[in-house]
């Protein structure tokens, strides 16, 4: 990876997951740590999933290993999806598609509590914001942060955390 800036890196893996090239940001993932999945502003380490680069790729192309990512807010339903599913439906990068994203700065918050500086104290995080439409009030809007620490010089994806309106 040729030494990029932070938004420059970020804009380039919210295009590719947009485009659904997932197994395009395989060399972006932490080569020891892996990246995290987590549904919620509120990173849970205990269960939310986490995938090495290898067992990404594996994953991407499994096509039935389905995954319980977490209960869905309000329903307390799993969330039981295929890697390419959840970041299809579920991250839904492609909403994001010609927003401006804030870098190290949270600037948009739901009424769940954001830990995610907590587990990553050293990172560095670019927010994606979509604020909802007109037909749902905007009661739609989402958010995608990307989370970045620096590893032997890199800069690489430890996690992708989701936040949409809650119950």
Do not use: C
């Not at 590719?16 to 395989?26: F, S």
């Not at 190290?104 to 670019?126: A, C, D, R, T």
């Not at 927010?127 to 995608?144: K, L, N, P, V």
């Amino acid at each position: 990876l040729a030494k990029q800036s932070l938004a420059q890196q970020a804009q380039r893996i919210q295009t590719v997951l947009a485009n659904g090239d997932y197994d395009h940001i395989i060399t972006d993932i932490h080569p020891t740590r892996g990246v995290r999945f987590s549904m919620y502003a509120y990173v849970r380490p205990e269960v939310d999933k986490v995938f090495s680069r290898a067992q990404f790729a594996q994953y991407l192309r499994e096509s039935r290993i389905r995954f319980t990512w977490g209960d869905l807010d309000g329903t307390g339903d799993l969330l039981i999806q295929l890697l390419p599913e959840y970041l299809n439906i579920w991250v839904a990068a492609d909403t994001f598609n010609g927003t401006t994203p804030s870098i190290n700065v949270f600037k948009h918050n739901g009424n769940m509590i954001n830990n995610l500086k907590e587990i990553y104290p050293n990172s560095e995080v670019v927010e994606y914001y979509f604020a909802g439409t007109e037909q749902y009030s905007g009661m739609d809007w989402r958010i995608m942060r990307l989370v970045f620490e620096e590893y032997q010089g890199q800069r690489y994806l430890v996690a992708i955390v989701n936040e949409q309106w809650t119950v």
